[in-house]
């Protein structure tokens, strides 16, 4: 039988151990170790909406657009900055200014390669919690198929 998780079990855990948020780690050509923590519901909110536009849909009406690339880039961005492993951000002044760039977005840009931002942001999704059902939406397909 399978036993749920209850109340008294949530209520009798530590307040760290309910809110602390997962780190990882990414390997960049340029960088070397990059340290990222999870990003949390607000956070994705917040750049998720930083992303979104709404564009015409051909009928006279408006359908809300993500941009996928931008997101990919904020959660990045959000994610290496609240790592207090170390003191790189992406939006540090020296750094910009050393690039000859003005945003935190155009450093991604420059410092990692397309393939790094798209694995990062994977990655930063998946310790965020989006990895798990999406692999086994995978699995069920493959069973299915």
Known sequence: MRKFISL??????????????KQGEYETDKLGTLPFTAVNHDEYKTAKKDCLKMVKDGTGGMVPDLDDDALM????????????????????KEL???????????????LCSPGEIYNL?????????????????TEEAVKNS
Request: glycine share 6%.
């Open 73 to 92: 880039v904020k959660l990045i961005i959000a994610a290496v900055d609240k790592d207090k492993r170390s003191d790189f951000t992406f939006a540090n």
């Open 121 to 137: 942001a994977m990655d930063i999704q998946a310790l965020s919690g989006f990895g798990k059902k999406a692999e086994i939406k």
């Open 8 to 21: 008294a079990a949530i209520l009798g855990k530590e307040d760290k151990e309910l809110t602390e948020l």
């Open 96 to 110: 910009l200014k050393k690039l000859g760039i003005v945003s935190a977005a155009a450093a991604v840009d420059k």
